[in-house]
């Protein structure tokens, strides 16, 4: 779907890496990207790795072991280097195979898991990273065009009956603890874009101070039989 005028407002494009990490976020901008165009067969090395469990974090040793193709060649390289781009900035980067995340129970009325349209948080300065480079991608809304679940009276209400269960908590804070303070319901007619395979995500995270709005996102639902390959920081 293509961007809105929300959307545009709240996205700065940029060159590089360098400016990827260096630029602050401030005023409506809440997310950064950088557009890149990859070489190399990355589905290859999805296809060579087994992957068990619904979630598989590839390690450098796995992927320097994988006997793969002219394409596929170049494709682990292109991951070797965006590995090591990150932890020389000194981010933690994590390489995973995504056969589909948990999710909650189709019956519960208030959904917590990632394929929510959410926001992260931390309790110091920080901000998430993505790449996918196979795939379903991931996908943002503007700020203006989505609504804090907890703030909307009848899903408000509902939570207030789960409370009354808790003891020797207040509201707000069991807001918190159960993470329903960080979804959101998107007004109708939101604009939701897709990001495109390559491409470096930086989000802005909710956090004590934050100069700017969190960055409201969710995981894609993958496609039938198809894995996801995704770094994140």
Known sequence: M??????ERQIQQVASFEELVSNKFAGT??????DR??????????NKIECNDTIKIIQVEELLDLELSEKGIVARQVLLNDLKMFEEYGAAPVLNIIQNYERDKEDTFFTTDVYS??????????DTYLCTYYGATSEIVSNEQAKQKILIPEIR??????YQEEEGQE???FLSEYFFDLHYKLIDDAC????DVGQIWKLAIDYPECPVLPCIHRAPKEKSGEKRLLLIC
């Not at 293509?2 to 959307?7: E, F, P």
């Open 29 to 34: 901008i809440n997310a950064m990207c950088w």
């Open 171 to 173: 509201f707000e804070g």
């Open 117 to 126: 349209f959410h926001v992260d948080r931390a309790t110091v300065p920080t």
């Open 37 to 46: 165009i990859l070489e190399g067969d990355f589905a290859e090395i999805v």
């Open 157 to 162: 209400s509902e939570l207030k009956s789960l």
């Open 192 to 195: 939701v874009m897709q990001f």
């Open 2 to 7: 293509k961007n809105s005028v929300h959307l």
